[in-house]
């Protein structure tokens, strides 16, 4: 009992470290509180503009180009809610820029004003994130979840999780597809194709015959022993 | 005892948790809809404004943002040959027109225009995507191959490859805004620039990536079909020495409704060659014939566009035949010569 108790606990703290949440395509964060809200149903998501994740100008057809061209990292030098930020630029911006040397990162500095991030993405989108006291940590979680997303994706719903420029494989359906050949040919009225469908025992009732064969036969072998 | 000591242990690791917690709000905001209206009425008092123009903002370097544009793309852009590229000729004049606003009379810049390099990036793009497709699809007639470059250099799709590959912002243009024209002009002069800076083959992959790509998410038909398709598959057939077109109706459903589908199939001396529906048999036949036609091309199918071939184009001409020269002896003339 213990030890599920504890297992519990430890799934819950990792859940609980998730704080951004990523889909195909890099699109959607859940990060407007630090934890997941349970139970909650709205019908917001239906104002949001409704799309498709795509992929800008066929990314990765000819060569993979990261989407995110500039970004803007604004912060206060001596206000407490850019710790984190000023940490963050200390410490990982350098990575940041070596890693991505196609990002162009701008620092702003401005007194006494939340931190925030500016990214700007090859489609024309701009995406706008307030940092306001958040942590090392997490300001590289969001660099990241920057970095790998292609365009601003907060104010849109997501209709299906992929999409596809040809739907049907197999082409669209006609009244003629799956139909069996022979009926091409056939002479209507025909007794054969016209009666009603003779469906085959199912698997269930096969087994649930046999099952009940096996009994007689062990009940006739009882009373013979006897 | 023991189940006391796990409860203690457990409240030790709870303090540690973060409660989830859901915080409903009461009541409604009524004020919220009379002050959106409000600030409506005044935007539209305001009418349109003028779209923040990036390259004039505080935070901009335009040599990292020239850096970066040649490491995003992974390309080998020499970096003066760049900035020229990006160079428009109304940015030049503006310049010199701002020496002259302050007494130059003969004002001197060293900066050079992009006109050049977009007459040669146009005739060098041109050039490869004739040959890329003709490689791709070599029993395509040549009109299909013209038709695909004409879609793929007309304005709109170069202004769309440019803006996407991020040349908006760095364009260097009077007003700096680069319109629909400026955008198409500057993919056709960096491929000019990515000439001169490595060679032709390197920028063959570089329109093969960004503009030849574009065709994946296009349906070939859409841009291409062989008008009198009927006309066009006997003429091939004859050439053939086979059997001409018999289109047969080989279903049909609905007739005396509004909506009737019939479905012909066209073949040549019993030989399935393509097939068809439409609402009359008329449409039906012309559309057999298409599918036909683009079942002998080649084209029926997207996967026969590859985006993972090489280009020279000292080297790869496209002879692909005009549709009155097609047959498929012809073709495979033209293929052997090829190997």
């Excluded at chain 1, 890099?26 to 409704?50: E, Q």
């Excluded at chain 1, 990982?92 to 040397?101: G, K, M, T, W």
């Excluded at chain 1, 925030?116 to 940590?137: K, P």
Aim: charged share 25%; glycine share 4%; hydrophobic share 40%.
């Amino acid at each position: 009992m213990n030890k599920i108790i504890t297992s519990v606990v430890e799934n819950i703290r990792t859940f609980t470290d998730v704080t951004t949440v990523f889909f195909i395509g890099g699109a959607l964060s859940h990060r407007d509180t630090a934890y997941p809200v349970i139970g909650m149903s709205t019908n917001k998501s239906l104002f949001l503009k409704a799309a498709f994740p795509r992929a800008p100008l066929n990314n990765g057809i000819g060569r993979y180009v990261c989407q995110l061209q500039r970004v803007t990292l604004k912060f206060c030098k001596n206000n407490g809610s850019s710790r984190g930020m000023r940490d963050f630029l200390e410490n990982d911006l350098l990575n940041f820029a070596n890693e991505n040397p196609g990002v162009v990162v701008y620092v702003k500095p401005r007194r006494h004003k939340t931190p925030v991030i500016v990214a700007e993405y090859l489609n024309g989108d701009r995406f706008w994130h307030s940092c306001r006291n958040y942590s090392r940590e997490e300001l590289l979680k969001w660099m990241e979840h920057i970095r790998t997303q292609a365009g601003d994706m907060t104010n849109v719903r997501l209709r299906k999780m992929w999409h596809t420029s040809f739907p049907s494989i197999q082409g669209p359906w006609t009244p003629w597809t799956f139909k069996n050949p022979e009926h091409i040919f056939a002479q209507y009225p025909n007794k054969e194709f016209g009666q009603a469908v003779q469906y085959k025992p199912t698997a269930t009732e096969e087994l649930k015959r046999l099952f009940k064969e096996q009994q007689e036969a062990k009940a006739v072998q009882n009373l013979t022993s006897s | 005892m023991t189940t006391l000591h796990s409860c203690a242990k457990m409240i030790s690791q709870l303090h540690r948790l973060i409660p989830i917690t859901c915080s409903g709000q009461r009541g409604f905001k009524r004020w919220v809809a009379p002050v959106k209206k409000v600030m409506a009425v005044r935007q539209k008092k305001m009418g349109p404004q003028p779209v923040p123009i990036r390259n004039t903002f505080l935070e901009w370097n335009f040599d990292a943002e020239i850096f970066a544009f040649n490491k995003r793309l992974s390309e080998q852009f020499d970096s003066e040959l760049l900035v020229q590229a990006l160079t428009h000729r109304s940015y030049v004049i503006q310049e010199e027109q701002k020496q002259r606003d302050v007494g130059i009379t003969e004002p001197k810049l060293d900066i050079e225009d992009n006109r050049e390099m977009i007459e040669e990036g146009a005739e060098l793009t041109s050039r490869i995507v004739v040959s890329y497709l003709g490689k791709c699809l070599p029993l395509a007639p040549e009109e299909c191959i013209f038709a695909l470059h004409d879609h793929l250099l007309s304005q709109k799709t170069l202004a769309h490859v440019s803006s996407h590959i991020g040349t908006k912002d760095i364009i260097l243009v009077a007003g700096n805004i680069a319109d629909e024209g400026i955008l198409a002009d500057t993919f056709l002069a960096l491929v000019s620039a990515l000439t001169r800076s490595v060679d032709v083959i390197h920028a063959g992959a570089f329109v093969r990536d960004f503009l030849i790509a574009t065709l994946a998410e296009k349906d070939l038909i859409e841009i291409w079909t062989p008008s009198n398709p009927l006309e066009n598959l006997n003429e091939i057939l004859r050439k053939d020495n086979r059997q001409l077109a018999e289109p047969r109706l080989i279903s049909q459903t609905g007739i005396n409704s509004l909506i009737p589908v019939y479905r012909v199939a066209v073949y040549s001396n019993k030989e399935f060659l393509g097939v068809g529906c439409g609402e009359t048999i008329d449409v039906a036949k012309e559309v057999a014939a298409t599918d036909a036609l683009l079942r002998i091309f080649n084209l029926n199918n997207y996967q026969n566009l590859k985006y993972d071939l090489k280009v020279d184009i000292s080297k790869d001409n496209m002879e692909n035949l005009p549709l009155t020269k097609w047959c498929t002896e012809n073709v495979q003339k033209v293929l052997q010569l090829k190997t």
